[in-house]
């Protein structure tokens, strides 16, 4: 198989604009005759939900959450990025690509990230017209401020509530094309599977989760929007319920898996504190524009934070990265907070954990205005770590928080099965090896307002047979998917569900995290298979498929991931180099830095299901840097 | 940590329901309530039980699926949603009662599951601003004082949770639409459809079967995001023009012919 990402010709800066000026249209009149689904509800989901409803076509929206407005986008806190230069900085569209290139370590498509440099202008203002309110500057102007990896201030912000609000705003624009009776919200629903027919996606099988009932959906193009994978850590900061479902079912349906092994671990969450806990919480990287991070000099040190003079303290950013400081992208961050606690400098109970302390910026800029920037989440790190970051220093450390890999779709956002779409983190496409701080709103509402509803209206264009729920092709879907769901809840063993998910979180972690080698890689595919083996030999779950059962649920979202899992492992293995998130410990300089091979891996993984216990089959993507140098990324 | 929890218990929105007691030992006090209730589940399915069927999904109090009433309190005792209540705050071998949200608004699902899409049909009706995707004017066209943008930030941060209609004793949904109403209505953008969007909400949250408002503030008191009573006031106010056909600022009163 070659994938072509179907780039437009000409320079990168008019390759949208060629594309937006080729592409085929749909009459007015002729848009409610189609059906579009949108699988997910988050700012992807929900944007692009939303604005097909709004262009006259027939949309059905599911989420598995009780309603629309719950998607884990609405836990995203710092901001959203915007090259709108109000700053007066000397901010373009080509400063936020080269930084979100760069950032993602030479591992994103250009033309991608230059279209999404160019969209992020839109999103504020979209977002402002909808009433989100952002913060302002005395003047009544939008407030921005500047987040890690940059040296500009182009970041829009709601508080530490940026997401909240995004995600509202999207959310209502969709419960208006809803009262307009454009769109349908299928809430409690969970996609089980993508019916195919003569090799196009034409339809879902989803599951009410109320009634248990198997439900067909047929459509004219379906959109998977179903977000990131993380939580095949186990521990994480993504919600309960985010998993790899829909994506998965898709991949064994045949669209390609790009990068598996490209996952964030970010590097300022709330350190765990027990066994049982089931979630790591993260605080803002905004928090590093005004927050030190240290750690004691001595690793025997016993004294309190504030006891500890400053000559005794190690800026462990600052030393090592002058130029940026606490500002360097997530990824230098995360690696160098373990590597001190590896030292044996780690704070706190567990000694898995560096100070972020706020005592300087307190102490220079008043408390009054900390708070106002800060206030919601010192709140919130004092109601779970029961501390108060006013008086000591917050302790953090990293975790796995967003999944830069996904379904790999070309620059149309469609995935190899054609009419099948994938947006926002369910793709694969803008982040690279490592995601910058406020680029996955950007992401998200990029693809979702302004991206996919072009290139949906374009796929619909082609002529296609009239296909409806009574296609055989989806009787089969519904035989595989119940026969599966038959299956679960016949192994008839003793152990709950989350006790295997724990258990594969653990060898995730510890293996295929923030470092890996080859040893313990191969190590992980033979562990990962010891508890798949006992997942389908022990596992139980309770009740009946045909009424609310979240063990079910839960018990089918584990089985993907197990299965995931393998392939992320299988990634990493192949990708012998470091690069960004992706730490090959045989691959890195003298002083500890990620060491890349650009000859050999300058490309996009693509991976293709091969049949259940088959080896599944690589392929590449080279990627091309015509607009900006591949180069050596360096923060210090 | 020990504790003896009374679990509301029901298979459906026909079934009378029960309490369940059940003895939960060996928990972290650092746990939330959510781990509590997950542990639990994981214990009663190893041991050949049913589990205890609750909403949950961030579980770091943004989302607002939890909901929880835990000891007659909605999220419990510290005004902090039900997956950020520690059993810390809990004294080892109490009794804790768990029932889901208690509302003829709020249908039971399963156990302490319950069915709020009515809050769904509420922003159908109008909360929202009738734009839709495509070029719009520059946002600093339009300048927005900090103060104004505070205040509608201050009832924009609502997470839709609940906790307001089942801490009422009229089970009203006064604080959750008036916080959308006030968002809205206090900003610019809010303006044209100022006066209809408040009319539609109140008229669809009475549809749902919410109750009236009679100033008990117990709303504001259960609600994680400590959203003012004054969302209320601001809603009973809008509620009063609307009604009247007072010209609100920011509308012309012309209608186009």
Same mark, same amino acid.
């Given at each position: 198989?070659r994938?072509d ?10 390759k ?18 189609h059906?579009v ?16 409803a ?19 986008s609405?836990a ?5 990025n ?8 000397g901010d ?13 370590d030479f ?9 999404l ?5 839109n ?27 940059v040296l500009?201030q ?6 530490g509530?940026?997401?909240q ?15 307009q009776?454009?769109?349908?919200v299928?809430?409690?629903?969970e ?6 027919v ?16 198997l439900e ?23 919600a309960?319920g ?8 898709a991949h064994?349906?045949?669209a390609?898996?790009?990068?598996p ?8 969450c709330i350190?765990?504190s027990?066994e049982?806990?089931s979630?790591?919480?993260l605080m803002?990287?905004? %928090?590093?524009?005004d ?10 040190e ?9 000559e005794?303290?190690?800026?462990? %950013?600052?030393e ?30 567990t000694k898995?954990?560096v100070y972020l ?8 800029r008043?408390?009054?205005a900390?708070?106002?920037r ?25 975790a ?6 996904? %379904?790999?779709v070309?620059?149309e956002?469609?995935?190899?099965i054609p ?10 496409s ?18 979702g307002?302004?991206?996919v ?7 619909l ?6 296909v409806?729920?009574t ?10 998917v119940?026969a ?9 063993g003793?152990t709950?569900?989350q006790?295997f ?6 060898v ?24 798949r083996?006992a997942f389908?030999?022990?596992?139980r779950?309770?009740g009946?498929p045909?009424?609310?059962?979240q063990?079910?649920?839960?018990a ?5 991931f ?14 012998a ?10 691959y ?11 000859e ?17 089959v690589a392929h ?8 900006v140098?591949?180069?050596?990324r360096?923060?210090? | ?5 009374e ?7 026909d ?12 928990i972290?006090p ?14 009663r399915?190893a ?25 007659g309190?909605?999220?419990?005792p510290?005004?902090v949603?039900?997956c ?12 804790i009662?768990?029932e889901p949200w ?14 709020r ?24 066209s ?8 505070e ?35 206090l900003?610019?953008q ?6 209809q969007?408040?009319?539609a ?8 079967g919410?109750g009236g ?34 010209p ?10």
């Amino acid at each position: 198989m070659r994938l072509d990402a179907r780039i437009p010709d000409g320079p990168i800066d008019e390759k949208w604009s060629r594309w937006l000026d080729a592409h085929r249209l749909v009459g007015p009149l002729n848009r409610p005759s189609h059906t579009v689904i949108v699988v997910g509800t988050g700012l992807a989901g929900a944007s692009a939900a939303a604005s097909l409803a709004a262009q006259g076509f027939r949309v059905k929206s599911f989420c598995f959450q009780d309603t629309a407005r719950r998607a884990h986008s609405i836990a995203a806190q710092g901001g959203i990025n915007a090259s709108k230069d109000f700053a007066n900085e000397g901010d373009s569209v080509r400063r936020l690509f080269v930084d979100t290139i760069k950032g993602g370590d030479f591992r994103a498509r250009e033309a991608n990230v230059w279209r999404l440099a160019e969209l992020s202008e839109n999103i504020v203002d979209q977002a402002v017209a909808q009433g989100v309110p952002f913060n302002r500057e005395y003047g009544g102007a939008l407030a921005t401020r500047s987040f890690g990896g940059v040296l500009v201030q182009r970041t829009f912000y709601s508080r530490g509530q940026t997401g909240q609000q995004l995600l509202l705003g999207a959310y209502s624009a969709l419960q208006h094309q809803v009262a307009q009776g454009r769109a349908t919200v299928y809430s409690r629903h969970e996609l089980l599977d993508v019916v195919l027919v003569d090799g196009e996606a034409r339809g879902i099988v989803a599951r009410d989760l109320v009634t248990g009932e198997l439900e067909r959906h047929a459509a004219d193009a379906v959109v998977l929007a179903s977000g990131g994978y993380c939580n095949v850590y186990y521990l994480s900061t993504n919600a309960k319920g985010s998993n790899v479902t829909a994506t998965w079912r898709a991949h064994k349906r045949g669209a390609l898996f790009a990068n598996p092994c490209f996952t964030q671990i970010h590097p300022t969450c709330i350190p765990q504190s027990g066994e049982y806990q089931s979630k790591l919480t993260l605080m803002s990287e905004s %928090l590093r524009n005004d927050g030190r991070v240290w750690v004691p000099r001595d690793p025997d040190e016993q004294r309190p934070a504030n006891a500890i003079p400053e000559e005794e303290r190690l800026y462990f %950013l600052e030393e090592r990265y002058p130029a940026y400081g606490n500002l360097v992208p997530r990824d230098v961050a995360s690696r160098a907070a373990k590597t001190v606690c590896d030292e044996g400098l780690g704070v706190g109970p567990t000694k898995r954990g560096v100070y972020l302390d706020f005592r300087d910026a307190i102490r220079d800029r008043g408390r009054a205005a900390i708070e106002g920037r800060y206030g919601n989440l010192f709140e919130m790190y004092q109601r779970i770590a029961d501390e108060n970051p006013y008086e000591v220093p917050m302790r953090i450390y990293p975790a796995p928080h967003y999944a830069m890999g996904g %379904l790999w779709v070309d620059y149309e956002l469609q995935t190899t099965i054609p009419g099948l779409f994938a947006i926002g983190e369910a793709n694969f496409s803008d982040h690279g090896a490592n995601r910058l701080g406020a680029s996955a709103m950007m992401q998200c509402l990029a693809d979702g307002y302004f991206i996919v509803p072009h290139t949906v209206t374009h796929h619909l264009t082609k002529r296609r047979e009239h296909v409806d729920e009574t296609h055989p092709a989806f009787d089969e879907v519904v035989r595989d998917v119940q026969a599966r769901i038959d299956r679960l809840m016949a192994v008839g063993g003793n152990t709950a569900p989350q006790v295997f998910h724990r258990r594969l979180g653990n060898v995730m972690l510890d293996r295929c995290g923030m470092a890996r080698t080859e040893a313990g890689l191969i190590e992980a595919i033979a562990e990962i298979a010891e508890i798949r083996d006992a997942f389908w030999t022990d596992l139980r779950i309770d009740g009946r498929p045909d009424h609310l059962n979240q063990s079910l649920e839960y018990a089918g979202r584990v089985a993907d991931f197990l299965e995931l899992a393998d392939l992320m492992c299988l990634d990493a293995l192949r990708r012998a180099e470091s690069a960004g998130c992706h730490f090959r410990e045989e691959y890195q300089t003298d002083d500890g830095e990620a060491l890349r091979d650009d000859e050999h891996f300058a490309t996009v993984t693509a991976w293709e299901h091969a049949g259940e216990g088959v080896v599944p089959v690589a392929h590449d993507e080279a990627l091309e840097f015509d607009s900006v140098a591949l180069a050596t990324r360096s923060y210090k | 940590m020990r504790f003896r929890l009374e679990l509301w218990r029901q298979t459906g929105p026909d079934d009378p329901g029960r309490y369940e007691v059940v003895e939960a030992d060996g928990i972290d006090p650092e746990a939330s309530f959510l781990e509590l209730l997950y542990q639990v589940n994981e214990g009663r399915i190893a041991s050949g039980l049913d589990a205890v069927a609750f909403d949950s999904d961030c579980r770091e109090g943004i989302c607002g699926s939890c909901s929880l009433v835990i000891d007659g309190m909605p999220h419990g005792p510290r005004q902090v949603t039900s997956c950020q209540t520690f059993m810390r705050d809990f004294e080892d071998g109490q009794t804790i009662r768990v029932e889901p949200w208690r509302s003829n608004a709020f249908p039971v699902i399963r156990d302490l599951v319950t069915d709020r899409s009515a809050f769904d049909r509420i922003i159908e009706a109008g909360g929202y601003v009738s734009v839709t995707t495509g070029p719009q004017p520059n946002p600093n066209s339009m300048p927005i004082a900090p103060a104004t943008q505070e205040a509608a930030m201050d009832a924009a941060i609502c997470i839709g949770c609940g906790a307001c209609v089942a801490a009422c004793p009229n089970s009203a949904a006064m604080l959750f639409t008036g916080a959308k109403v006030t968002h809205l209505n206090l900003l610019p953008q809010g303006q044209p459809e100022r006066r209809q969007r408040t009319l539609a909400m109140v008229e669809q949250m009475d549809e749902e079967g919410f109750g009236g408002c009679t100033n008990h503030g117990e709303c504001s008191l259960a609600c994680p995001q400590g959203i003012s009573l004054d969302v209320i006031g601001m809603l009973n106010r809008e509620y009063r023009a609307a009604l009247r056909g007072k010209p609100v600022a920011g509308t012309s009163g012309m209608t186009a012919q």
